[in-house]
């Protein structure tokens, strides 16, 4: 059996939380079927998903890091092979000029750094206190550990030119070696090395040639019905005795917070070929497939964990191989869950609109499917019920070529 897209469906009934804020600290919300839905963004469940897969002891793999020092780390590293300091702060802030930024935010060419700074009557800093910010890049970079010896080679090749060794002393070789450093640097950022790119991908709004598009598309999630934000008004007690009287008669602090709660659809689809290809490796492609669909039924997102411990399980995990399109159910949920016991109202309006979508496409396109569920499940529409672990492996066996 052999599906090209695996999709994965998930309800999940999460109570008083804050699981992914706005700017002024509310959860987010929308709107859709004409009422307002929590939210979760897709980014931040990108995110979880990923802290959920790289925690879990069965996992080994390189699912990369997102910063924007990556061009400090390529220093330490320049450092640690053996170069001089100068050579190396000059050689990490000249690769990554394209989406480097200063302090300042300037777009100063690396090599005329000490030039620019003596022009505007100061001198130019002998010690690295500010290297970090002077060597940001603008937005968040993300690399596999692999990519870091390959910066690293890609560095060596140009040594001459940070040692001193070499020269560009016109206008012309300035910007003939910066468009060939810049295609070297495409040639390691377009390169696929490890689990975390071939998954998520890579977007850089500076260097759009730089972006690789991921395996996995992931979905907003939010609530099956209405829902709004709920404020919390709280307070905390000094609690040194005999100083309570000092700080207040009654609390020592008060303060408010919004949280939200309800039954949400999750979503996200996985193309079996493309993370094939990515990988260069089947077998390690269905591995990945297995992390993948764990992490991303178990995961949740972390914002105010410490004071909501929000950790429910899944009341649903449907999981359908298709060889033609991925298809989202969220438009099952377009007319909102009312009533009472949602997430159960939620499951069996899944299960409902599954029948419906296999009635619109017929079942040419659907190559496997079934579920996991701690809520109860009827009908035929969601395939056969088992245990998560069991789904899994199904899932995998879907995705093996």
């Known amino acids: 059996m052999s599906g090209r897209i695996l999709d994965i469906h998930v309800t999940q009934a999460i109570p008083y939380a804050n699981l992914n804020r706005d700017d002024h600290g509310e959860p987010k919300q929308m709107i859709f079927g004409g009422v307002n839905r929590g939210r979760v963004a897709s980014q931040c469940e ?13 996992y080994v793999g390189d699912l990369g890091t997102r910063t924007k020092f990556a061009a400090v780390q390529l220093r330490d590293d320049l450092i640690g092979a053996g170069w001089d300091p ?67 080679e890609l560095a060596e090749t140009h040594r001459g030119l940070y040692d001193g060794t070499i020269v560009e002393t016109t206008d012309n070789q300035r910007q003939e070696g910066r468009k060939k450093r810049t295609a070297d640097l495409l040639k390691v950022l377009n390169a696929v090395t490890g689990d975390g790119l071939a998954l998520f991908g890579r977007m850089i709004s500076q260097l759009p040639e730089g972006t690789l598009d991921g395996a996995v598309q992931v979905a907003h999630s939010f609530t099956t019905h209405e829902a709004i934000s709920q404020p919390d008004y709280f307070t905390a007690v000094e609690e040194l005795p005999g100083l309570a009287s000092k ?8 303060d408010q917070a919004s949280y939200l709660s309800g039954t949400f659809y999750r979503y996200a689809t996985l193309d079996l070929d493309e993370l094939t290809t990515h990988l260069g490796d089947a077998d390690r492609a269905v591995e990945l497939i297995g992390h993948f669909v764990r ?56 299960a409902d609109y599954a029948a419906l979508v296999d009635g619109f496409f017929g079942d040419a396109g659907r190559l496997w499917h079934g579920h996991a569920a701690t809520v109860a499940t009827t009908g035929d529409s969601l395939g056969q019920r088992m245990p998560l672990p069991e789904l899994i492996a199904q899932a995998q066996r879907a995705g093996a070529r």
């Open 46 to 58: 990108k995110r979880s998903t990923r802290t959920t897969l790289r925690s879990h002891p069965d």
């Open 86 to 152: 100068e050579a190396a702060t000059r050689g990490a802030a000249d690769l990554f000029h394209p989406l480097r930024v200063s302090k300042n935010d300037a777009d100063t060419d690396s090599q005329d750094e000490e030039a620019s700074a003596k022009k505007k009557g100061r001198a130019a800093k002998k010690d690295d206190s500010d290297a970090p910010l002077n060597l940001a890049t603008k937005a968040l970079v993300y690399l596999n550990i692999s990519d870091r010896q390959r910066l690293v």
């Open 247 to 254: 700080v207040s008669a009654g609390a020592a602090h008060l």
């Open 295 to 350: 992490a991303f039924a178990l995961s949740v997102p972390s914002g105010k964990k410490r004071s909501t411990a929000p950790h429910t399980p899944p009341g649903l995990v449907y999981l359908a191989a298709r060889s033609d399109r991925p298809v989202s159910f969220a438009a099952a949920f377009e007319n909102p869950v009312r009533g009472t016991g949602l997430l159960q109202s939620s499951v069996t309006r899944l």
